[in-house]
């Protein structure tokens, strides 16, 4: 049985900063990726970063990218989720989403249907 669990979510004020962290687990659990995304209420859900396990390439949404920094343990198969100089426009739910080796098919990081295994969430609000 796959499990991804995130954590670290929180109420914040604008401009501070969180961490989130996903753990991934189980006995066939191979990771090829994984990264993020997140839901604000009423919006689609958005592709945040992601980062591929073999190479550790990172992808950044542009709305993010240089505020927001995605890393790895990889003896933990954890994946982190530093967020930076947050707005109030990063309140959402954020889900982790993990890709396995055996999953078929090729690797787009934001497509939200390229990954096999998902969290349930953590919601992050960012007060003004």
């Known amino acids: 049985q796959v499990q991804v669990v995130e954590s670290g979510g929180g109420l914040v004020q604008a401009g501070g900063s969180l961490r989130l962290s996903c753990a991934a687990s189980g006995r066939t659990f191979r990771t090829y990726a994984m990264g993020w995304f997140r839901q604000a209420p009423g919006k689609e859900r958005e592709f945040v970063a992601a980062?591929?396990?073999?190479?550790?390439?990172?992808y950044y949404a542009d709305s993010v990218r240089g505020r927001f920094t995605i890393s790895r343990d990889s003896a933990k198969i954890t994946v982190y989720l530093q967020m930076n100089s947050l707005k109030p426009e990063d309140t959402a739910v954020y889900y982790c989403?993990?890709?396995?080796?055996?999953?078929?098919?090729?690797?787009?990081?934001?497509?939200?249907?390229?990954?096999?295994?998902w969290g349930q969430g953590t919601q992050v609000t960012v007060s003004s």
């Open positions: 989403a993990a890709r396995t080796t055996y999953y078929s098919g090729s690797y787009n990081p934001p497509d939200p249907g390229r990954y096999n295994f």
């Open positions: 980062l591929s396990w073999s190479g550790g390439m990172t």
